[in-house]
């Protein structure tokens, strides 16, 4: 049984599995907690206590982080197609899975006979189907349609190809690996070579063969630069365009005046962002606390955007912005949540400006520790616009015409109080990751001049620990007033990922601590021993992919990366839905106007919750397609050419490469690798020769010829060059070892009890860094 008489202040074990057992739909911690009225500090016992029941076997957790008793049948869901996976098979998404935090793996199996062209599914299928759980890490499933649901239009993005019967599309999705047919009647105008979207036709019962599609819209010509972005935009439906309505009430808004608002305007409030900053929605400025009581302590001053003031709830401008979530940011241009007129006008924090303000001050001992905080709504005036570099030049010694007036009075306080923040951050060690971040530079004419590492100074650490302290505020304000807030949860890791960890971390002969409460001080004393070693890069992103992915919840669950107790996010109402809504909570509590949160607001909170993590998950993949895109464009230029890169993932299907110094990251087929007969070896992650015992594991450092380089796709191929090519076998070696490594391979899938092996490994889904 589990431990349960740890937890005297919450249901013991029992009582939680019958009350799973009682449920007839899914039961997450959420629904547990809500049940028995579990709040506070006992939330985090609760993790505790589910966690242990899954060690003792009492319970499973299930797709979507549902907890289900432990052999319980498989669940019924409504699922959609997804794709195919890199080597064909065809992929499912669960169509409730927008608001979930993890999302599985879903196999499609192929029916046979006469029931297997009833129930394949292709793009816009949707079906009922039945799971079976295959893989806990990652997670995995096997899905059996059990009946088409519908077969609704769906739109493709691609290249239009022209001949004499019409054309095809070539798809910009990696996963769509068949062309569309399109009809003459069916071209509208497109031209060959051109970027097109088109509404995919439904099939007919004794259609065969390729999708029929219909061209919707003529984007523009694929060669041109913009088209990178668009390509993006489209293929993840961002919506790009204002509706009319929206951008003329938006045109007419009106300056603030300062009627009943605090006046800022004579404090030299300053904001700091990087070079290419398209709005200011932050600013900031500290003091010496001038308080006899406080010796060596600060006052500070966060002042934000009062984007409240000029999106009224369920008016035309906050329905829009609602629907986007977050602004998402291309190397070329913004897709803004709100229109620019507001975005880079009367909201943006402009030098010399008059700017309504929700704002904040703090005040701080000398070792950073928060003595008291009071927000109020205010009118300010920017003293200046500086980069972060600009900012770190100027207090390392070398100011320039803009920050040598600055310095003394405005500069030098702010980096005396992001001291005293330091030691309260080292006090609670929150997780450090080092990881490069790839920047895209462009030239005038919108194509990529280079690719750059962005610099992590002072200044940026700066900056981010005031928006750190500030959003920590607003949670502790609205669960003083016991108002709704939208907190930004970040959970700490599933044990499966804990023991993947631990696993890959053992191959390199490091210790992570097994049976210890988490925290992130553990990862950070793990990534503390490969410090300027050949491992560091790689195993930061081993732990990175070891986290959970942060989202949006009313439901305060703790962010575990920052190791705090409460977070919710404040700083960027531009920007993020969340921080708007933040906004209007805290007027609602301190009655600072009329324009707070609704009553249909604090209702929907769930809700909303769910739809901006699912709108922010867009975002962050679309980001990081155009990225992939614009490396490739950039990278075409250099087919042939030797590169070195490490190993970043190992799939069964080949290996995932980092190219130095650019980032991108090719795949190298598992049939190009030569040599010997591989097997994947997901433990150690590493494709293990089954002759000679040759491993290509994570992290090998590896010379490799680029072969192609798609910019429409995003996609870089590569093959082994130089010393790091194995030696060929002879024909005679070459057939024992295939012959060898099919009855491996055929008792892998015999313990799997399938005819096909899905238990995939995920380590080579490039894992990008975690917005917080």
Not at 415 to 420: I, R, S, V
Not at 475 to 497: F, G, N, W
Not at 674 to 700: M, N, P, Q, W
């Amino acid at each position: 049984m589990a431990k349960s008489d740890q937890y005297s202040s919450i249901p013991d074990a029992k009582a939680v599995l019958d009350y799973i057992k009682s449920q007839p739909g899914k039961v997450t911690k959420r629904e547990i907690s809500r049940a028995f009225g579990i709040k506070g500090q006992d939330k985090i016992l609760l993790k505790r206590l589910i966690r242990e029941m899954i060690e003792d076997g009492m319970i499973t957790q299930n797709t979507h982080k549902a907890l289900v008793p432990a052999g319980q049948l498989p669940a019924v869901q409504v699922a959609e197609y997804a794709g195919t996976d890199k080597d064909g098979d065809p992929l499912l998404k669960l169509v409730s899975e927008e608001g979930d935090r993890r999302s599985p793996l879903i196999y499609l199996i192929p029916e046979r006979g006469k029931q297997r062209k009833e129930q394949a599914m292709g793009p816009g299928d949707k079906a009922l189907v039945r799971l079976n759980l295959v893989s806990e890490e990652p997670l995995t499933y096997r899905a059996r349609v059990i009946k088409k649901i519908s077969s609704a239009p769906t739109t493709m993005l691609g290249i239009f190809k022209g001949n004499e019967k019409g054309g095809r599309l070539h798809p910009s999705d990696k996963k769509e690996r068949n062309e569309v047919v399109i009809q003459a009647e069916h071209v509208n105008k497109a031209k060959d070579g051109e970027l097109v979207l088109i509404e995919v036709l439904p099939r007919s019962r004794r259609s065969h063969g390729l999708k029929q599609g219909r061209v919707r819209e003529v984007i523009g010509d694929v060669s041109h630069a913009k088209s990178i972005s668009l390509i993006a935009i489209h293929t993840h439906e961002i919506p790009n365009e204002f509706p009319r309505e929206v951008l003329k009430e938006a045109n007419s808004a009106l300056p603030v005046d300062l009627g009943k608002r605090t006046d800022l305007r004579d404090i030299p409030l300053i904001t700091i962002d990087p070079a290419d900053a398209r709005d200011h929605d932050d600013a900031i400025w500290a003091e010496q606390d001038p308080a006899a009581e406080n010796p060596g302590g600060w006052h500070c001053i966060v002042a934000i955007a009062d984007v409240a003031h000029y999106l009224k709830p369920d008016g035309l401008i906050d329905r829009e912005a609602q629907k986007r979530g977050n602004s998402c940011y291309f190397p070329d241009r913004v897709v803004s949540m709100i229109p620019e007129s507001l975005s880079a006008g009367l909201c943006s924090l402009m030098p010399y400006q008059d700017r309504a303000t929700m704002a904040l001050h703090m005040w701080f001992d000398k070792d950073g520790k928060k003595i008291n905080h009071k927000f109020v709504r205010g009118l300010m005036r920017s003293a200046a616009n500086i980069t972060y570099k600009q900012a770190q030049e100027a207090i390392d010694g070398n100011p320039n015409d803009m920050t040598a007036p600055l310095l003394e009075k405005v500069l030098k306080p702010l980096y005396g109080a992001y001291a005293a923040l330091t030691k309260a951050r080292e006090k609670r060690e929150p997780l450090h990751l080092d990881l490069p971040e790839r920047q895209i530079e462009l030239d005038k004419f919108g194509n990529v001049a280079g690719i750059t590492t962005r610099e992590r100074l002072d200044a940026h650490k700066l900056v981010e620990e005031f928006m750190v302290s500030a959003n920590v505020c607003a949670a502790e304000e609205l669960e003083k007033y016991a108002l709704p807030c939208m907190y930004r949860v970040h959970e700490e890791p599933s044990m499966e990922k804990m023991e993947a960890l631990r696993d890959y971390l053992s191959s390199l002969e490091l210790n992570l601590t097994k049976g210890a409460v988490l925290k992130p001080r553990l990862f950070n004393g793990v990534m503390r021993q490969v410090k300027d070693t050949a491992h560091e890069t790689m195993v930061n992103q081993v732990v990175l992919r070891s986290q959970t992915q942060a989202y949006y919840s009313p439901e305060n669950m703790g962010h575990f990366g920052l190791a705090l107790e409460r977070y919710g996010h404040f700083t960027s109402p531009i920007r993020r839905y969340a921080d708007l809504l933040v906004h209007r909570a805290l007027i609602k509590a301190l009655n600072l106007g009329k324009d707070g949160l609704t009553d249909r607001e604090m209702a929907q909170m769930e809700a909303l919750g769910e739809h901006i993590s699912s709108t922010e998950r867009r975002a962050m993949t679309a980001e990081r397609d155009s990225t992939d895109r614009y490396l490739a464009s950039y990278l075409s230029k250099q087919i042939d050419q030797d590169f070195i890169g490490r190993i970043s993932g190992v799939t069964r299907f080949g290996l995932f490469v980092t190219l130095e110094p650019t980032g991108g990251d090719g795949l190298i087929p598992i049939s190009d690798l030569g040599g010997d007969y591989y097997i994947h070896d997901e433990k150690i992650h590493a494709l293990v020769g089954e002759r000679t015992g040759h491993r290509f594991s994570l992290g090998d450092k590896l010379t490799v010829k680029l072969t192609e380089a798609n910019q429409f796709t995003g996609g870089l191929r590569l093959e082994l060059s130089g010393d790091s090519k194995p030696k060929e076998m002879s024909s005679r070696q070459r057939d024992r070892a295939k012959r060898s490594g099919r009855r491996s391979d055929m008792r892998n899938r015999s313990r799997a009890g399938k005819t096909r092996s899905f238990n995939t490994d995920n380590s080579g889904s490039r894992g990008r860094k975690k917005k917080r």
